[in-house]
């Protein structure tokens, strides 16, 4: 199994940016295509963006697409979510997760096989 440990989450005031990290070990990193889901007091967990195995192809949620990006490096067994643009309505616990095995539906949670903790983002307006 894979761990994955998010990281860089903080206060950040409504137009800033931020930059979260995933780490994963206790697996072939490159093996998955990997994505960010978060989840704000009293609402679901819901669909960020994705990344395939190589890095070759991203997809976000229409919430975030232009604002957002997602990357790797597989050579660090990382990926990053890079927010540009923050509004209060990104605030949330944002989930690093891992999918071992495509089965069509990317922007499901349940898709996805190993998850992180949490990394909380608040963004202040």
């Known amino acids: 199994h894979v761990q994955l440990v998010e990281s860089g989450g903080g206060l950040v005031q409504a137009g800033g940016s931020l930059r979260l990290s995933c780490a994963a070990s206790?697996?072939?990193?490159?093996?998955?295509?990997m994505g960010w889901f978060r989840q704000a007091p009293g609402k679901e967990r819901e669909f960020v963006a994705r990344?395939?195995?190589?890095?070759?192809?991203?997809y976000y949620a229409d919430s975030v697409k232009g604002r957002f990006i997602i990357s790797r490096d597989n050579a660090k067994n990382a990926v990053y979510l890079q927010m540009n643009s923050l509004a209060p309505e990104d605030t949330a616990v944002y989930y690093c997760a891992a999918d071992s095995y495509y089965s069509g539906r990317f922007y499901a949670e349940h898709e996805y096989d190993y998850w992180g903790q949490g990394t909380q983002v608040i963004v202040s307006s």
């Open positions: 206790g697996g072939t990193f490159s093996t998955y295509a």
């Open positions: 990344i395939s195995r190589s890095g070759g192809r991203t």
